[in-house]
């Protein structure tokens, strides 16, 4: 009878070591998720071609946004 009640602790174990780790993958997963979602907002769209590129890769001028310098000055020019 202890034999059982010792393999019964050990599945409750097994089962709450097992629920602790889905979770931390979970949250990891979430995390994960949430840091791609913050990228996707921060990607721009070139005012000239349509391109989207990150905004840290981006050129700005006047408000608008660019891929590059020369779209730029296309832009401007037109
Ligand atoms: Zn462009």
Request: charge should be positive; proline fraction near 1%.
């Given at each position: ?49 349509g ?28």
């Amino acid at each position: 009878m202890g034999r059982l009640l010792f393999f019964a602790l050990i599945a409750v174990l097994v089962f709450w070591a097992l629920r602790t780790y889905v979770r931390g993958v979970k949250k990891r997963q979430e995390a994960q998720q949430h840091t791609l979602s913050v990228e996707g907002e921060d990607m721009v769209r070139c005012v000239h071609c349509g391109v989207h590129l990150p905004r840290s890769e981006s050129v700005m001028a006047g408000g608008e946004i660019f891929c590059s310098d020369e779209h730029r000055r296309l832009h401007a020019g037109q």
